[in-house]
């Protein structure tokens, strides 16, 4: 069953719906967002008696404004209570802090933020927010006097970025102060099946242009990284699904892996796969794997088949997020055509109302060795060669 909510899906994913015939929960939301009426759309109060009558269900959402559906009308069952474990940082901390027992960690309430006793808190850090999605309102702060203009620039972004996403998605009441894991960072698309066993279906560098960077802008994933890391990881999914004995259950894990190959989680996502329909479409454009079908028939990938063609090739998926510094208010278009004439092979672009969202868009695209410059251009630009504004008209 599908619970589908804004900001955004995607026509890949409405045609897996119609394509199988998946039942999806005709909310408010989805209908304001899907015209078509021939998909196989059930009651609010179905998708209720089908969730209190069934031992196992299986639900899937593109959108964690969705949350707030499930909370309303999902309170008799555990799923409100397993979402709150992933979503709300600090519990998950809680949740964890068996198996990271060193590992440095502090709530934090809004505004507390600039009266913060630095000195029992080492450098460097990352402040986010305990409820967040899409790197706002997250900072690595190094130094004390970094500390002191970092603080001040949390609280005024909190006012301009509050009204974006609904609380159960964004909340800046309250943050988490964590310690900064060393290592590169991974996001994983996955589930858990019937039976409580993991399945990964894609695996993704998280690449940073510096070590200040925290942005989305650019994922990738190659035979070579989920050759590498997927026996690690589905080790580690274990032990997490058993916490909370998840089944029935996708999830969108961001982790960091250190020089030991040690797996330190960042956050887990609850009930979709990448947000904006960005990873788990990704999946179909680079491995074939259909992520939605995958999880509600329970298919776990043959990898090895799978990759057999994909040696040499990395396949990312870019989020154009306004990071040119220039207000949207400002900006009067995005030139897309220039930018797609500086990839090779450009597969999709998707255009974002800028707005109404701080991003431009989202496009996935292939290379190889021969092109990987490629990706190091777009996660250092700020954009503002594509940007039309009308001081220049």
């Known amino acids: 069953m599908f619970l589908l909510d804004k900001p955004y899906i995607s026509d890949f994913l409405i045609k897996t719906i119609k394509k199988n015939n998946f039942p999806i929960i005709a909310s ?53 209570k397993k979402i709150l474990f992933f979503k709300n940082k600090i519990k998950f901390r809680e949740l964890i802090k068996d198996i990271y027992p060193r590992y440095f960690y502090k709530g934090i309430k809004l505004l507390e933020i600039e009266d913060l006793d630095s000195k029992s808190i080492k450098f460097p850090f990352i402040i986010k927010p305990a409820v967040g999605f899409f790197s706002m309102g997250v900072y690595k702060v190094e130094s004390l006097a970094e500390w002191k203009t970092i603080s001040k620039k949390i609280i005024s972004e909190v006012e301009i970025t509050k009204s974006i996403y609904p609380k159960e998605v964004i909340n800046f009441n309250d943050f988490i102060i964590e310690e900064y894991i060393n290592g590169e960072e991974y996001a994983i698309d996955c589930y858990f099946n019937k039976k409580g066993e993991p399945v990964v279906l894609n695996i993704l560098h998280h690449i940073f242009s510096s070590g200040k960077d925290v942005s989305d ?86 990898w090895d088949k799978i990759l057999e063609s994909k040696l040499g090739k990395t396949f990312s998926v870019i989020v154009l997020d306004n990071n040119s510094g220039i207000k949207e208010s400002d900006i009067v278009s995005f030139n897309y055509e220039k930018l797609l004439k500086k990839f090779t092979k450009p597969l999709v672009l998707r255009k974002v109302n800028f707005m109404e ?18 990706l190091k251009s777009i996660l250092t630009s700020n954009l503002k060669e594509y940007i039309l504004t009308k001081d220049i008209i």
């Open 28 to 80: 408010a939301e989805a209908k304001d967002l899907i015209s078509d009426k021939t998909l196989n759309w059930v009651t609010e109060e179905e998708a209720i008696a089908y969730f209190k009558n069934s031992s196992q269900p299986v639900i899937y959402s593109n959108s964690e404004n969705a949350i707030h559906w499930v909370n309303k009308n999902l309170s008799f069952s555990d799923l409100p």
């Open 217 to 302: 802008r650019v994922y990738s994933t190659s035979k070579d990284i989920i050759e590498k890391y997927i026996s690690k990881i589905e080790d580690f999914l274990r032990i997490l699904g058993e916490k909370l004995d998840l089944k029935n259950f996708p999830v969108h894990m961001e982790v960091r892996i250190d020089k030991n190959e040690k797996i330190i989680p960042i956050e887990v996502n609850p009930l979709r796969f990448g947000g904006w329909c960005t990873t788990g479409d990704l999946s179909w454009h680079s491995y074939g794997i259909n992520s939605y079908e995958y999880f509600i028939k329970e298919i776990k990938p043959n």
């Open 357 to 374: 969202y701080p991003v431009f868009g989202f496009l996935f695209v292939e290379n190889n060795l021969s092109n990987k410059n490629e």
